[in-house]
């Protein structure tokens, strides 16, 4: 059954290709590699043995796009991962964003509906949560105030799926981390890294002097921010359980993919020191702007419905986050 999987070559998208493959699916790549390499893609190959299929098209763009669709006959879905995803630079640049990752969904969904093609998971973010009232969230939690025009292409793609005829699943992910036991596929990111696990694995590699943790008054244990964080093999595989529900329930629904654990930023660093023998360089900083104080997902819908859950432990997430940043060449 073909798959075609926008940004499949990305982190998280070529992570998932694998998953998709164990279980029997022939996914089809489409990626113009703006902010990953073709290393993943080799490295798709090596893990599966599988040469897969990969178009290197800017799926925002129409007439590219329908050379995809018309090429390849007998497409059951689609996988949407293709987007920006630096907050900061949504900041910056905000109109590229939109231009991006709403334009590229917009685009998505026109071909599905000119080829019949019914099925299709998007890549959304607890970012559309904002700061939410109550904890855990639950995908009945209201969408807040995005805190970036990257959290606001999220909600407006949502809102656009729930209008389109299009059957989808959103998939709201919290935080991922770590890579492939192989080391072979990873986060080929072109920008400097601005999240937690990358920095802590730059100040392990003395790249980075020290982490600045992000303040450290907030209402929380140990009062640094506390976030879910997901091996991302176990994110790839909710697309699977995703698409199995989807093509068996086609109608439309959203799933929040975390752990259901939160864990603060001092805990993060000191569960990294423990997991690979080696100390980080950190001092207390000041909070940044925008910055959630504390969100975890509840996962008794994604639970029940989907028959998923996450199963790798953080430590060995952060083992894994260390073996890619030991590897990467770049
Ligand atoms: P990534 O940048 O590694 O992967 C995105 C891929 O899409 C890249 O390979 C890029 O080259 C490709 N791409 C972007 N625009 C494209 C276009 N117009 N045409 C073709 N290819 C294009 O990012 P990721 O971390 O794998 O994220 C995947 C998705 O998940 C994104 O939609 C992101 O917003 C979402 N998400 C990511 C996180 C996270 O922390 N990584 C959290 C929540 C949601
Ligand atoms: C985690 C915590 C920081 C760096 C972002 C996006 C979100 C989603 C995931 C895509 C925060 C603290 C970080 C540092 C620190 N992406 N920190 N020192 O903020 O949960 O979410 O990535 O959808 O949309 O906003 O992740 O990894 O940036 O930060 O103390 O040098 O680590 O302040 O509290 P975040 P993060």
């Not at 993060?268 to 950190?282: L, P, T, V, W």
């Amino acid at each position: 059954m073909k798959i075609i999987v926008t940004g499949g070559a990305g982190y998280i998208g070529s992570h998932t290709v694998v998953e998709l493959i164990a279980v029997g699916f022939q996914p089809i790549i489409v990626d113009n590699l703006c902010n990953s390499d073709v290393s993943n893609i080799q490295g798709i190959k090596e893990i599966t043995g599988v040469d897969v299929q990969w178009y290197n098209v800017d799926c925002s763009i129409e007439k590219k796009l329908v050379e995809v669709f018309e090429k390849e006959e007998g497409i059951i879905g689609a996988i949407h991962f293709a987007a920006y995803k630096s907050v900061e630079e949504s900041v910056r640049e905000p109109e590229k964003y939109y231009k991006n990752n709403i334009g590229s969904l917009e685009v998505l969904l026109e071909q599905m509906k000119k080829h019949k093609v019914n099925n299709l998971i998007f890549s959304s973010s607890c970012t559309v949560y904002g700061t939410p009232d109550i904890l855990p969230v639950t995908e009945s939690s209201p969408f807040k105030k995005a805190e970036s025009p990257y959290g606001e292409t999220k909600q407006m793609c949502e809102n656009i799926l729930q209008k389109s005829d299009v059957k989808s699943i959103s998939l709201r992910y919290f935080n991922p981390i770590g890579s492939h036991f192989s080391s072979l596929i990873g986060d080929c990111s072109a920008d400097k890294p601005c999240n937690l696990i990358p920095i802590i694995c730059e100040v392990a590699k003395g790249v980075r002097e020290k982490l600045i943790v992000n303040g450290d008054d907030y209402n929380t244990i140990d009062g640094s921010c506390v976030r879910d964080y997901i091996h991302v093999v176990d994110l790839a595989k909710s697309h699977v359980s995703a698409l199995h529900y989807l093509l068996k329930n086609p109608k439309k629904d959203v799933f929040n993919i975390g752990t259901g654990k939160g864990l603060s930023v001092i805990q993060a660093i000191s569960c990294f020191e423990k997991a690979n023998d080696k100390k980080i360089n950190y001092s207390i900083g000041h909070r940044r702007d925008g910055d959630v104080e504390e969100i975890y997902s509840d996962n008794a819908k994604v639970e029940k419905l989907l028959n998923w859950k996450a199963e790798i432990s953080v430590e060995t997430a952060m083992k894994d986050a260390w073996n890619w940043e030991k590897m990467k060449v770049k």
